[in-house]
Structure formats: C-alpha cells, structure tokens
C-alpha cells in the first residue's frame, strides 16, 4: 500500500497529499485511529479521508485499515527484516551500539505505554490468583520460564503451560474463576497463544497479556496488557525490555508476599545446601 501511495501522490490533491504522507510515516499509529480520528489529526475533514480511501480503492476505511493491518504484518516478516538489517548493518561500523541504543530506547518507552494502575493490577492480580497458568511459546519461551521460575520460589501456584507436551487438557482442567493466565506474545503472534488465551477467558480464567503493541490479538482478549517494545535493527526481535518489565514485576511480587517470601527464600538456600545445587567458590 505504501508503494501505492508514492506512486499516486503527485496526483492527489493538497489535502489527500497531507493524509498520504501521515500515513506513511505513522503507518503503525493509524491502526489505533477512526476517520474521525484521522482526520483530526491530519487537520482534514472526515470526508477528505472518506474520498481518500475510495481513490486507493477501498469501499470504506475499516477495509482500508484491514489492509494496513496485513500490510504492516507482511512487513514484519523474517526474510525482510533480514534483508533490511543486512543493508544497516553494511552501511555502519557499529551496528552492536545501534542495538544496544534500541534495546535502551524500548525500556525508557515502558514507562510511558504501561500506565501505574495497569502494572499495580497485575502485581495485585499475580498476588491474589488462585492458580498462575504461564504461557510463552517459541521465542518467547524463554520469558515464560524466566517469570515462572522466579515467581515459584514465593509462590506455589505457579503452572507452566507446556502445550507441546500434549497434555493440555489435563494441565487446564482446573482452570477456572480466580485463575490468571499470564500470556507473553508478540509479533509474528502464535495462533496457539491466541487460542489457548481465548479459551481459558471463556472459562472464567482472567488474562494478563505482556505484548508489544496494543493491536495484539492477545491485548485484545486480555483484562490487563502490558506494553514492551521489542524492535531493533535487525532481523530478529529483542526481549531486553520485556525481560526488564518481568524484573519489575517480579520484584513487587516479591514486596507484596514480604512475610511470605524471606522464609521461603530461606528454606530454599538450605535445600541449596544439601543438594550442593553450586560449585563452592
């Protein structure tokens, strides 16, 4: 669509040319907007946009955005954030400072896309919870055992979800109401994450998600998302503010569950010392 527009653009009118080229440097926000929205922001009327999206060939804006959405997932595939941190990492010396500067950038961003009484509601939902059900597949893996590992030492409620096991049933047949599930997911989104999420609201399960945009299928289905970028110049994702966010979080469980937490933090650095768990330094 991008392609589109840069081909289009000399023919359009001044207003259409002022919307062409917000959409194309805020490509990712307009999926967040109404026309309305749109067209306040552009400082256009909402017919402009209107007739904007019919001249791109679209019979209304939702079909416009549909199509934005696919495109800027298209956009996220492997092959061509191969192919555009292969062309970066050419042109400068010091491709590791660059990735280093995003995965800073992405933790300074969490504080403003997670607002104080969304993470207070998940510390007090993780603290409350019956049963803790943690899902991360593939990549993300990974930050599911992280957050699970940590959280069963104070914790002795904690369930890693393990689909590939292929028990699935027998590991959420108790799932239920005073549950939390807390689902990590983030771009190319795992249509068994989605699923299983969806499945265990249905059932009375609340939902906490930890993604990377607010038009996540999971932030969709979740009562509470959490916000942690995870692009860098490169093909891959980058977990680092995600990882911090989980730290945060973990350590104002760790607050919460005070009383709890010391003694069983004690019990456990015995239990060390029996099984002789780390070479003696």
């Given amino acids: 669509m991008l392609e589109q527009l840069a ?13 062409a080229a917000y959409i194309t440097e805020n490509s990712d926000e307009i999926l967040l907007h109404t026309s ?6 552009v400082g256009v009327s909402e017919a402009t946009v209107s007739r904007f999206v019919r001249r791109l060939g679209f ?4 079909d416009f955005k549909k199509s934005l959405i696919r495109t800027t997932l298209d956009n996220f595939s492997t092959i061509k954030r191969l192919a555009e941190s292969s062309e970066k990492i050419h042109k400068k010396e010091l491709i590791v400072r660059e990735i280093l500067a995003s995965d800073v950038e992405n933790i300074q961003k969490i504080d403003s896309e997670n607002s104080d009484a969304a993470l207070e ?22 930050l599911a055992y992280y957050l699970s590992f940590n959280l069963r030492f104070f914790l002795h409620n904690v369930v890693r979800v393990e689909p590939s096991v292929g028990d699935l049933p027998e590991q959420l047949v108790n799932a239920g109401s005073g549950d939390l599930l807390f689902v990590i997911s983030f771009k190319r989104y795992t249509r068994e994450s989605v699923e299983i999420a969806g499945r265990l609201k249905t059932m009375g399960v609340s939902v906490v998600g930890l993604v990377d945009s607010k038009l996540s299928p999971v932030a969709a ?4 998302s ?13 977990y680092t503010a995600a990882m911090s966010l989980l730290n945060g979080l973990i350590a104002a469980v760790v607050l919460h569950k005070e009383k709890q937490a010391i003694p069983a933090l004690e019990k456990l650095e015995k239990v060390f010392e029996e099984f002789q768990t780390f070479h003696p330094v």
């Avoid at 653009?9 to 001044?14: M, Q, V």
């Avoid at 019979?59 to 939702?62: K, P, V």
């Avoid at 510390?123 to 803790?132: E, F, G, H, N, Q």
């Fill in 7 to 19: 081909e289009i653009f000399p023919e359009l009118t001044k207003s259409q040319k002022k919307l």
């Fill in 36 to 41: 309305f929205d749109l067209a306040r922001k």
């Fill in 121 to 142: 509601r998940v510390v007090s939902s993780l603290c409350s919870a019956r049963t803790i059900y943690v899902l991360g597949l593939r990549s993300s893996y990974a």
């Fill in 226 to 238: 959490l916000i942690a970028g995870t692009r860098i110049p490169s093909y891959f994702e980058s």
């Fill in 59 to 62: 019979h209304s804006y939702l």
């Fill in 221 to 224: 289905l979740a009562n509470t």
